[in-house]
């Protein structure tokens, strides 16, 4: 299959504007009667009708949007046509740069921004490796005692390790990693939280209590001149720009670090819980990364992040974009009209047959072999295209990469049971605990 020319993209439409095409209702009632997932009707749905696609789950059509010309349309080339209007995690992460519109949005993320390029990134290259050590320490300790450890806490730990030196410049102690717990715990129940905004939050009153305060402790802490071994961090950034920016209040700082956190550890942490079952399914796939160069080698670390990039196709770090129509627009030559609202879904096209040779199979090397996988920015975009794709994207990819490094030679995880679904909130996460010993590995 040539990979390159199988674009998967719509025929163009000539001539007037048609509709979009849409789902039978009752195939959206079958799926209600059955409970499914909502992926599985959005699978059902791109499978009958392509990569632009409608159906109803109320009054007025929803559009998915798989095809990578058309998320591009959406998420690159017009993102001022389709917005966001209310983040699914607004309820934690309050204003902060992930659920902030306009020009507030755009002052935020400017801010941020500068932290996480190339030349920002070396500030916490270090962290990052401490971190990676910290846990390489315990996983020693694990296996020299064979005591049965759970794999998704090990990596939401180091996860939770990593932003918070990155923000702090200390490491992570007991008490705070136990606080932030409310950090998961919230993030897991907001898809099963009641609709009104004043019932969901008393909900989880007690959590978003004990959120607030670590974010008060942290603040106070740098306003008092504590920097940590590891020098200034993002927290300090925030904390000076509230002196030159009256938009930065005490509420906005505390949005922007709960965001930081949440969005610094929850994703990376799901990403690689799920690379390592990846890897127990597949355990040729690790022999093959180490085997590709020496340890610190350049090839080694390429085949280590091909591991990634392959995990993030099966579990993007946001599996779903919802983005709300401003104006009447033509989508792929449909018609859209204002008011509507667009599920782009990486989710949908990572996996598409028309992209991707055997899309099924687990297979880095579609990341280390030329041509081996589509190209284009539309077919693949795990945190996002455009200007409001994930800011942290190489610093989540960077700290994957040094901890598996760290890992991989030397541990090789014996899974007592696995997960047998996934759970689609937020995050795509595994629906259950992941608990494990360790082994000396077959090739290191």
Known sequence: MDIKAASGSLPRVSGARCPVPEADPALVERWRAEGGELVELLSQVREQFGGVAAFRLGPAPTVLVTDPEAVQHVLARHPERYVKRSHRARLLIGDGVLSATGTAWKQQRRLLQSQFTATGMRRYERRITEAALTTAGRWAAYARTGQPFDVGQEMRRFALDTIWRSLTGHPLDDTTEHELAAVASVAAALPTLPADVRHAQDTVAADLARIDAVARSAVEAVRGGSTGPD???LLHVLIDAATERPAYTDRLIRDELVTLLVAGHETTATTLTWLYL????????????????REGSGRRREAVQALVHETLRFYPSAWIMPRHATEDDTLAGYAVDAGTDILVCPYLTHRDPRLWSDPDRFDPQRFSTPDARPTRPGAYYPFGLGPRACLGMQFALRESTVLLEHLLPHHTP???????????GITVRPDGPTPATLRPPLLA
């Open 278 to 293: 990846l890897l127990d399914a597949h355990p040729a796939a690790r022999a093959e990364a180490l085997a590709a160069g």
């Open 231 to 233: 020098g200034p961090g």
């Open 414 to 424: 014996v899974f007592s049971s696995t997960p047998e679904k996934a759970a689609y």
